[in-house]
């Protein structure tokens, strides 16, 4: 792929873990990439690593959105936006987990999701072209007890996917999801490196193991591609088959 035909994506979150892979391999692609991130210092220097562009982004902010999609729209466009920010801030059973827990992950998993929705949306349907793949979590259908809020948030990103699609359709925007189950990144590196909390939660996945960020990214990549110009609105588990019992 030339320069000249590069497409322009962003992934948001793209600073560490699965954000961060999905970063390297659309620039293994050839694809100039941004990459937004609330903390600015960690985006810089992913970006020098990979050869993207770094940008400044708290998704649950409105201005500092619409600030990123002018700095983008005045710069050439952009083709494909991944939602992948998200977080859990914290966990416990809905009588014990704190409101401010609740609030954080609100902010970021459906207000921020739905900015990026909002703002992004509209400049890919003015150009009359676009993908949008948002990262959701197979945790919006199978509950976890402690985890509730954040599931919960992940359920909001499966609804806003579906109507954001069908609202972008006529302007030839396509809008899916990609569903993980647990994935080795620094989010999960608490309960990844204890055996038996690993343990524990390999074995309600067939396939036996937890994946690994590099098990995801290629349905990212499919779902933004021309392969998939006629799936939207859908949301597809990569779960090891955790979803089955």
């Given at each position: 792929m030339t320069e000249s035909t590069a497409r322009r994506v962003l992934v948001t979150g793209g600073a560490s873990g699965l954000g961060r892979g999905i970063a390297a391999a659309f620039r293994a692609e050839g694809a100039d990439v941004f990459i937004g991130d609330v903390n600015a210092e960690a985006?810089?220097?992913?970006?020098?690593?990979?050869?993207?562009?770094?940008?400044?982004?708290?998704?649950?902010?409105?201005?500092?959105?619409?600030?990123?999609?002018?700095?983008?729209?005045?710069?050439?466009?952009?083709?494909?936006?991944?939602?992948?920010?998200?977080?859990?801030?914290?966990?416990g059973t809905l009588q014990e987990v704190p409101v401010d827990v609740v609030d954080a992950a609100l902010r970021v998993n459906v207000r921020g999701t739905f900015l990026m929705l909002r703002v992004f949306g509209a400049l890919l349907a003015e150009a009359g072209h676009g993908t949008?793949?948002?990262?959701?979590?197979?945790?919006?259908?199978?509950?976890?007890?402690?985890?509730?809020?954040y599931e919960a948030t992940k359920a909001a990103v499966d609804a806003l996917t579906r109507t954001a699609a069908i609202e972008l359709a006529p302007s030839g925007v396509r809008v899916n999801a990609v569903a993980p189950g647990p994935v080795l990144t620094p989010l999960t590196a608490a309960f990844a490196s204890d055996p038996q909390a690993r343990e524990a939660w390999e074995s309600r996945i067939p396939l036996g193991t937890i994946a690994e960020v590099d098990q995801i990214t290629p349905l990212v990549l499919f779902l933004a591609s021309d392969a998939a110009s006629h799936i939207t609105g859908v949301s597809v588990a990569v779960d090891g088959g955790q979803l089955l019992v």
């Open positions: 985006a810089s220097a992913v970006a020098a690593e990979i050869g993207a562009t770094a940008l400044a982004l708290d998704i649950g902010d409105e201005a500092s959105v619409r600030a990123a999609a002018e700095r983008i729209g005045t710069t050439g466009g952009l083709d494909v936006l991944v939602n992948n920010a998200g977080i859990v801030a914290g966990g949008i793949v948002n990262i959701s979590s197979i945790g919006a259908r199978q509950p976890t007890p402690g985890l509730g809020h």
